[in-house]
C-alpha cells in the first residue's frame, strides 16, 4: 500500500519541476514546492515521508472521516493540530488551502520559534514568514533570512504531536516520554539521533553542505531490521513436551516497541519443525498496549482509541535497552520434533477505505452451440 501511495505523490514532482512556485516572503505558509527550488535533496528525501503523507495518507483519512461524523466536526481540532499543523496558524480547519494537505510540511517545523510542552491545545509558536529556523549554525540563503534554534536538535520539537493525551486523560501516543525515562535521555541521545542522521545529499543548490539530516526520518525496513532481537537461550525435549526458553531485547529503539497507536503490536511465534523442516507446531506472544472504553471493553481501531479510550488494563511492550525471558512449552507431536525456531514481526492492522470492485450476479442465460 505505501509502495503505491509513494508511486502517486512523487510522480507529480517531475511535472512541476520547472515551474515551481517562488518565495513570496510574506507572512504565509510557503508550499514545500517552493522550498524544492533550493533544497531538492531534502525536499525528495521529505516528499515520502511519515510527515508528509501525515494528512493525506488511507490510513488517517479513514479514521478522520469516522472522528468528524460521530463528533458533529469537532474533532477536526483534535485531529489536524498535528496531521496538519498549519491550521494552528491558518485556521484552514475545513481544509480548503492546499498547504493543510501538505500535512507536516517543511515551512510549518522551519518556523517553529518556540516550545511550551504546557500548552497542551498547541505546544508550538510557530511564526511563519522570510525568517527559516534549523540546527545548523551561522546559515546562510540568498532566498530568505536564517536562524539557529536549539530545539531542532532537541526531543521537545517533537513532543508537541507524539506525546498525545486523549479528552479522557489517557495517554493514547506516548512516545516522547518514553523515550525520557529511558537510558538514551539520561545519555543524551535525542529523538533527533536516531530518526535524523546525516545521509548524503546537498542541504541547497547554491552553496550547500554535502550532508542533509533524513527527513524521511528514518522509518524504513533497514533501520527496523536487527533493532529488537530474540536468542533461544535453552532447548528442553521430553517425551510429551518441548520447553523452549529465549531472550528478546529492545536493541536500539530509543522508546518502547511497538510505540504509537495501540492497534500496533509485536509478535514473537515459536515453532517446532520435524526433519524435513515443515512446521509442526506454533505458540505465540503479542506485545502491546491495550486501550479500553467505559464498557470496558478492548478498543481496536486508531480512531476509537482517540475518542473513547479511557483506561490501559494492559502494556507489556518492550522498554529500550530491556531484555525479556519467555519460556514455551509445545507439546505436539514431540517425538517428530528435529528443530525450534522463533521469529518476531511487527503487525498493525488499520482499517482503511479502499476502492473495491463489487459484481453481483443479477441473471444469466446459456445457449447450446451446435
Request: glycine share 6%; hydrophobic share 30%; with cysteine.
Amino acid at each position: 500500500m505505501t509502495t503505491s501511495i509513494l508511486k502517486t505523490l512523487l510522480v507529480p514532482v517531475f511535472i512541476v519541476a520547472m515551474t515551481l512556485p517562488a518565495f513570496s516572503g510574506d507572512k504565509s505558509y510557503e508550499s514545500s514546492l517552493v522550498c524544492a527550488n533550493c533544497h531538492e535533496d531534502n525536499y525528495r528525501n521529505w516528499k515520502g515521508s511519515l510527515h508528509a503523507l501525515s494528512y493525506s495518507n488511507p490510513i488517517f483519512q479513514t479514521a478522520y472521516r469516522k472522528a468528524y461524523t460521530e463528533t458533529k466536526g469537532s474533532a477536526k481540532k483534535y485531529c489536524l493540530n498535528c496531521h496538519a499543523p498549519t491550521v494552528s496558524i491558518t485556521g484552514d480547519y475545513d481544509v480548503e488551502l492546499p498547504i493543510t494537505t501538505e500535512g507536516v510540511t517543511c515551512d510549518f517545523c522551519h518556523t517553529v520559534a518556540k516550545i511550551d510542552l504546557d500548552k497542551k491545545d498547541g505546544p508550538f509558536h510557530s511564526e511563519p514568514g522570510e525568517t527559516k529556523r534549523s540546527v545548523l549554525e551561522n546559515a546562510e540563503s540568498p532566498h530568505h533570512k536564517t536562524a539557529y534554534s536549539k530545539d531542532f536538535a532537541g526531543s521537545k520539537l517533537c513532543a508537541g504531536c507524539h506525546s498525545f493525551e486523549n479528552r479522557h486523560g489517557v495517554k493514547v501516543g506516548d512516545t516522547y516520554n518514553e523515550w525520557l525515562r529511558s537510558p538514551y535521555a539520561n545519555e543524551g541521545k535525542e529523538c533527533q539521533n536516531c530518526h535524523m542522521k546525516e545521509i548524503d545529499g546537498k542541504t541547497a543548490i547554491e552553496r550547500g553542505r554535502e550532508k542533509i539530516h533524513d527527513h524521511s526520518l528514518s522509518h524504513n525496513l533497514s533501520t527496523m531490521t536487527d533493532s529488537v532481537t530474540v536468542k533461544i537461550t535453552h532447548v528442553e525435549k521430553t517425551a510429551k513436551r518441548i520447553g523452549v526458553s529465549l531472550d528478546i531485547t529492545n536493541e536500539k529503539i530509543g522508546h518502547s516497541v511497538p510505540t504509537g497507536t495501540p492497534a500496533r503490536k509485536l509478535v514473537l511465534e515459536v515453532r517446532t519443525h520435524n526433519a524435513k523442516g515443515a512446521v509442526i507446531e506454533t505458540l505465540s506472544k503479542e506485545y502491546r498496549k491495550i486501550v479500553v472504553n467505559a464498557d470496558g471493553d478492548e478498543i481496536q481501531s486508531d480512531g476509537d482509541v482517540f475518542l473513547y479510550g479511557v483506561k490501559i488494563t494492559e502494556d507489556n511492550r518492550l522498554k529500550p535497552k530491556e531484555t525479556r525471558s519467555e519460556k514455551f512449552i509445545l507439546s505436539r507431536k514431540t517425538g517428530s520434533v528435529a528443530s525450534v525456531s522463533a521469529e518476531l514481526f511487527f503487525q498493525y492492522e488499520p482499517v482503511v477505505t479502499e476502492r473495491t470492485l463489487m459484481k453481483i450476479p443479477l441473471f444469466s442465460s446459456q445457449s447450446i452451440v451446435k
